[in-house]
């Protein structure tokens, strides 16, 4: 007996095969030679189980385990209840039970071992030495039994049990470090059920304290270097440290290094070692990390022997390794070789093992992957099927549960993907919805949830176009990146795929703020990917897409430059045999398709067509994205054909069409859209062969098209757009009535599709009124009534005024606006053609007026919270935009409820507007190309009359404005200005007979007209508004007539003189500014202003006027004047910016005030300003409808009334027209009126010509507003 014992110890500290077998004969032949009654006999029975047990553990062998548990059942069978070696056989026998479960995944061996364990620990007194190790025993137990049911009860049983074990071990105890391990391990496992890091800090604590306490010659050095190894892995994916990652990988090298090469732990060891560099290779991308990973995984299941309870756990992390280096190089052999390890893991894994379940995911793994590769899709249905084993397996409470759920949902997508089954996508949703639910806040998976959750709303977004998924993908997104440390090897990932998200609704709102930010995003998760990092090529490729979609937005050629150079580095990163070649193939030929489009350069076109074919090439014939790449490069074969007119690419490109569309499934997501693009390409074919069959197949596939695409659908109004498009041209070639009616139907519908974004349905509505003019005018009134009821979405009103001003850049508003005017204004009624004009003049200006609105006679609370929602938009800064935009937009549709006010903020009936013609008629005139017009409203009770300028013409006015800024650029308020600012050289017409031929000439052909109009309707003189647009905008009409029948001001658009007849009168306070030198580089000195302002500290009595002069005249001084004051006097240098109009400033002492500034400020007492200043009513000349000058500007802010010039005043002229003007306000005492400041103007004008002056001295000055 004694021998047996001495061989087995020698065993237990060198690993010698030899020793266990010798001591396995020695106890056998001792038990065999023992009688039945022998005292002894229980004593030997349970050595004898110990040595099987041992030889079971080394080899793997069942027969052995079979062997010990007989030996152990007959030892505690012998042993009496009162026995003092009771509790340690029943706890011998409960080890066996344990191995048995372990091997063969019976619950019951559990179960019992379980119960054995407790009844060894109730017999040992609190006193016993072995107390500790038995509670340590038990305690193992509990964890079993939590890692096969998930009951957090027994996991919380555990670690109480290891708790009272360390507690009862003594510091010197050899066994004290074995059981701090335990606890470690423990704790580790609270911490993935949980997610609670101070779990995670414990489980690090005390596995470095069992460390500490080890000899490094210690057999046990090895395996709690390798769970210390674990805890720092665990640490690193919670946290992302980089430090963490590297001690993991310096433990599990010295674990390995420590286990002697025929140690029965050797293998598992390499596998924790590989297990840890495969996480290094994927955070820092170093491929021989990987190749280490793959090759100690390779050499852990060779040394594992085939009945081996590890082997199949080994087989599995076998595969993940071949798995990662497949997605690395994509060499498809290693995708074989892991499916193949992952299904030999399974087969070895009996049903009932608690591992099964999880093997079965890894097995669905590798299915998925080679689906993805291949496209065959049996493979995604075994991943599903096998997806939906593992989650079956899986007990509700268990802690992979919602790991399983998650994978399932992504697999589910896929065959959404592939197939457009609506239920998939949903069942994707649940899942992921449940998987999300039962991981804890703190969950280290908790943001990986959220984002496959938000993966699938994204993807039921792009199939129902509901905007509540889109916003719900992009709240779990945020969620995800904020969950994620700064260093975590995730968060580029998630970072990438917010980007995703904020571009799709980028593609639905058109918000300009989105698409940056996606951008944004793109570039933050490149720049954390390191360069050989296996992600890195898909990250570039994202990225490139987004700087795709900002060029389309912006139209700048330095983002299509840089998609296409990401693109190209993203291909180049990519092996040949890669899966993802293909779509990175694909993504290059796309942007050198939309630079060919920009540039027209031939070898783009070539290049592109070339890649779409290399990406058909790689693409398997059964693989999902076949018929979408055959589509791209259909696609750019017609725009090579339109190119070069080869009729054999539009042959091909149709037949690829063909072929795609044959290719998707009929409920499949982008079956309609590959209709649509066949349908494109037969028109082509149409339109160059005329053969009436290929039309109708074009008109057919488009209605089947639309009929596919739900009411919702962001895509709508494209498809239903194309088809009035298609049903044009049939209507055409068949003049069938009915093709008449439904192309209007269809424009209608189009414009009204609330997914689409507002400029889709823009050009929608613009197309419909090209097509009305053309074929039915009847519709024209209609179609530009939709288009501009668009306006104040398209121009929203939570971003900023310069990107609102861009967008009516881009989209060339005001010629839209004109072309507009022009057709409708032959169309009865005229009214109609004066509310469309409306909506389209100065719709930034209009929007500010807006937010400036009275609301008097509301209810308090309604009144008080616009007003502050207003105020809020109206400081365009704001980060809170949306969120204030729709607290507005739906206190908007409560106020419209109250009596009076049903048409709060809607655009203005006719029977609104003609009341700005109440104090005098107002003149609106618009040019266009094919005519020039003119509309009067009389008076308020009047229809507004028609004038044709028969003799005017586009060119005419443009020559006339050059012309004009010829003139203007000689003598100006302090120096010359050069007319290199307006882009004309000088002397083109400098003297008096230029100003004379121009003023004649627009008296005789537009002026004069007018008058006689108003003759002919009783009106002889008074007030006189233009209101300008186009090309009229800027001549100086008030200047032109040989008499003064009229008192001449000037309006952006009727709306403004409404509000400013309605904003009641203010009491009198004048504040002057003067500024006769500023620090601004090239603003001369302005001698005049100083007897400007003494001509009006003279005229105007002290008690109405503060002025500020030189120094005082700072910034904040002005702001508190604009705050203060009801009129101002501005003397000072003015700047007006060409490209971003709201930064026209005023140049004050130390500083200057722009127009922004003055825009978002809450000016309630505002009545008039006298812009004695440079360029004040000169405005954009790509936005001259906007009335962004810094007079309108002015008005816009809250003015009821301004003063300004069309170009800079001479600086003498300054104190005459400023005391003519103040005299004529506050003459005989009395107070100024705002309504008086035109006459007041007009007199002062008047005196300055009857001086004789030159025409540039008193032509610039006009009046605008009441």
């Known amino acids: 007996m004694k021998l047996g014992e001495a061989f087995l110890s020698r065993y237990e500290e060198s690993g010698n095969l030899e020793d266990l077998q010798a001591a396995v004969q020695v106890f056998q032949a001792v038990v065999d030679l023992t009688p039945d009654d022998h005292p002894d006999r229980a004593w030997q029975l349970g050595n004898t189980a110990i040595s099987f047990a041992n030889r079971h553990q080394r080899l793997g062998n069942l027969q052995d385990l079979e062997a010990a548990l007989q030996y152990q059942q007959e030892a505690v069978k012998l042993t009496p209840e009162d026995h003092p070696d009771k509790a340690r056989n029943l706890q011998n026998l409960a080890v066996c039970f344990t191995e048995r479960y372990l091997r063969m995944g019976n619950l019951q061996d559990l179960e019992t071992a379980v119960q054995h364990y407790q009844q060894a620990v109730n017999l040992t007194p609190e006193d016993q030495p072995d107390k500790a190790g038995r509670l340590q025993n038990l305690a193992v137990s509990f964890s079993n039994l939590y890692q096969r049911l998930g009951n957090l009860q027994d996991l919380e049983a555990a670690v109480q049990y290891f708790q009272e074990a360390v507690k009862l071990t003594p510091e010197n105890h050899p066994y004290k470090a074995g059981r701090l391990q335990n606890l470690a391990a423990s704790f580790g496992d609270r911490y993935q059920r949980l997610g609670n890091i101070q779990d995670l800090e414990a489980a690090l604590q005390y596995g470095q304290q ?11 050095k090895a395996g709690r270097l390798q769970n210390l190894a674990i805890s720092f892995t665990d640490r690193y994916r919670r946290l992302g440290n980089l430090q963490d990652l590297e001690a993991a990988v310096q433990h599990n090298q010295q674990a390995v290094k420590l286990t002697p090469e025929n140690h029965p732990d050797k293998a598992g060891r ?28 390779q050499q852990a299941v060779k040394l594992t022997p085939e009945d081996h309870p590890d082997k199949a756990g080994r087989l599995q992390n076998l595969a993940a390794s071949f798995l990662h280096r497949y997605e690395r190089l994509g060499d498809l052999q290693d995708l074989e070789a892991a499916l193949q390890s992952n299904q030999e893991a399974v087969i070895l894994t009996p049903e009932v093992h608690s591992d099964k379940a999880g093997r079965l995911k890894s097995l669905a793994v590798s299915f998925n992957n080679r689906y993805q590769r291949l496209g065959n899709l049996q493979d995604l249905e075994a991943a599903v099927q096998h997806y939906r084993q593992a989650v079956k397996l899986t007990p509700g409470n268990h802690p992979d549960r919602a790991e399983r759920l998650q994978s399932l949902s992504v697999s589910l997508i896929a065959r959404y993907e592939r197939l ?31 984002q496959s959750l938000a993966v699938s709303y994204t993807n039921r977004y792009r199939r129902l176009g509901n905007l509540q998924d889109l916003e719900l993908a992009l709240q779990y997104k945020q969620e995800a990146v904020k969950l994620t440390p700064e260093d975590h090897p995730d968060e580029a990932g998630r970072l990438q795929s917010l980007a995703v998200s904020f571009g799709d609704r980028y593609q639905r709102l058109g918000n300009l703020q989105d698409l940056e930010a996606a951008v944004q995003h793109f570039q933050e998760a490149v720049r954390l990917t390191p360069e050989n990092h296996p992600d890195k090529a898909r990250r570039l490729r994202n990225l490139a897409v987004s700087f795709d979609d900002r060029y389309r937005r912006l139209g700048n050629l330095q983002d299509i430059e840089a998609a296409v150079q990401h693109f190209q580095e993203a291909v180049k990163l990519t092996p040949e045999d890669h899966p993802e070649k293909a779509v990175r193939l694909q993504s290059l030929a796309v942007s050198f398709g939309i630079r060919y489009k920009r540039l027209g350069n031939l070898q783009d076109i070539e290049a592109a067509v070339q890649h779409f074919q290399e990406a058909v090439r790689l693409t398997p014939e059964s693989h999902p994205d076949k018929a979408g790449r055959l589509q791209s490069l259909a696609i750019s074969l017609i725009d090579r054909y339109r190119r070069r007119g080869n009729p054999q690419d539009l042959e091909v490109a149709v037949q690829h069409h063909q072929q795609a569309v044959k290719l998707t499934p009929e409920n499949h997501p982008d079956k309609a859209g590959r209709l649509q693009s066949l349908a494109i390409s037969l028109i082509d074919r149409y339109q160059r062969r005329g053969n009436p069959q290929d039309l109708e197949a074009a008109v057919q596939h488009q209605q089947q098209a639309v009929k596919l695409t739900p009411e919702n659908h962001p895509d709508k109004a494209g498809r239903l757009q194309d088809l009035a498009i298609s049903l044009a041209d049939h209507y055409k070639r068949f003049q069938n009535h009915k093709d008449l009616q439904d192309i209007h139907q269809y424009y209608s519908l189009s414009c009204k599709i609330i997914s689409s974004t507002p400029e889709a349905s823009w050009h929608a509505a613009i197309r419909w009124s090209s097509f009305a003019a053309q074929f039915d005018p009847t519709y024209c009134i209609t179609a530009y009534v939709a288009a501009f009821s668009l306006l104040p979405e398209l121009l929203w009103i ?10 009516l850049r881009r989209l060339d508003i005001s010629k839209v606006t004109s072309a507009a005017i022009k057709t409708c204004i032959n169309l009865p009624p005229l009214i109609s053609t004066v509310e469309i004009l409306e909506q389209g003049l100065a719709t930034t200006f209009q929007q500010m007026l807006q937010l400036k609105t009275a609301v008097d006679g509301l209810p308090d609370e309604q009144a008080q919270k616009f007003e502050q929602l207003s105020m809020k938009l109206y400081n365009e800064g704001s980060d809170e935009s949306m969120s204030i ?11 419209r409820k109250q009596p009076g006010f049903e048409f709060f903020l809607l655009p203005k009936s006719y029977h609104s507007l003609c009341q700005a013609a109440q104090q005098g008629p107002v003149v609106i005139l618009n040019s266009h190309n094919e005519s020039c017009d003119g509309i009067i409203i009389l008076n308020p009770t009047s229809d507004p009359v028609h004038v044709a300028f028969s003799n005017v013409t586009l060119d005419l006015l443009h020559s006339h404005s050059v012309a004009l800024n010829g003139l203007c650029g000689h003598r100006v308020r302090g120096q010359s200005v050069s007319t290199r600012l307006f882009g004309y050289k000088e002397g083109l017409l400098s003297s008096k007979e230029g100003f004379a031929n121009m003023l004649t000439w627009l008296w005789t052909h537009i002026v004069e007209p007018v008058y006689k109009t108003l003759e002919s309707h009783g009106i002889y003189g008074g007030r006189l508004w233009w209101l300008p647009t186009g090309a009229f905008t800027g001549l100086p009409l008030h200047a032109c007539p040989p008499s003064d029948h009229f008192i001449h001001s000037y309006t952006a658009t009727l709306g403004s003189l409404l509000e400013a007849y309605n904003k009641p009168s203010s009491g009198v306070k004048l504040g002057v500014v003067g500024v006769t030198q500023t ?35 700072t910034v904040d001084a002005v702001k508190t004047q604009l705050q203060n004051c009801s009129w101002l006097h501005l003397a000072c240098h003015g700047t007006q910016d060409l490209i971003q109009p709201t930064k026209s400033r005023l140049l004050l002492y130390e500083g200057n005030l722009e127009l922004e500034t003055i825009l978002r ?7 008039v300003v006298f812009l004695a200043a440079c360029q004040t009513a000169l405005g954009d000349g790509e936005l001259v409808n906007e009335s962004f000058h810094l007079g309108g500007g002015f008005i816009a802010a809250g003015f009821r009334g301004a003063i300004g010039t069309l170009w800079s005043m001479q600086d003498q002229d300054g104190p005459l027209v400023a005391k003519a003007v103040y005299s004529y306000l506050f003459r005989n005492g009395q107070q100024p009126q705002a309504t008086d400041a035109a006459e007041a103007l007009h007199l002062a004008v008047k005196e300055l010509k009857e001086r004789n002056v030159s025409y540039e001295r008193w032509v610039p000055f006009i009046h605008m507003g009441i």
Do not use: W
Request: one cysteine or more.
């Open 210 to 220: 069992a460390v500490k306490l080890t000899l490094e010659n210690h057999p046990r």
């Open 798 to 807: 939570g971003h900023s005024i310069s990107v609102r001003h861009d967008l």
């Open 885 to 895: 935009v729709n607290q507005r937009n739906h206190l908007i549709i409560e106020i």
């Open 1161 to 1167: 400020m809450p000016l309630q007492n505002a009545e």
């Open 270 to 297: 390499l596998q924790s070692l590989a297990v840890s560099l495969a996480d290094r290779y994927q955070r820092l991308g170093n491929l021989q990390d990987l190749e280490n990973a793959v090759q100690h995984h």
């Open 1079 to 1113: 620090d601004s580089e090239g603003a001369n000195y302005l001698k005049g202003v100083g007897l400007e302002v003494e001509s009006i500290l003279a005229t105007v009595q002290e008690p109405y006027v503060s002025c500020f002069q030189g120094a005082q005249a």
């Open 420 to 450: 457009g089954n609506l239920q998939d996508l949903e069942g994707a949703v649940q899942h992921s919805q449940e998987a999300v639910k039962l991981t804890p806040e703190n969950h280290p998976d908790k943001a990986g949830r959220l």
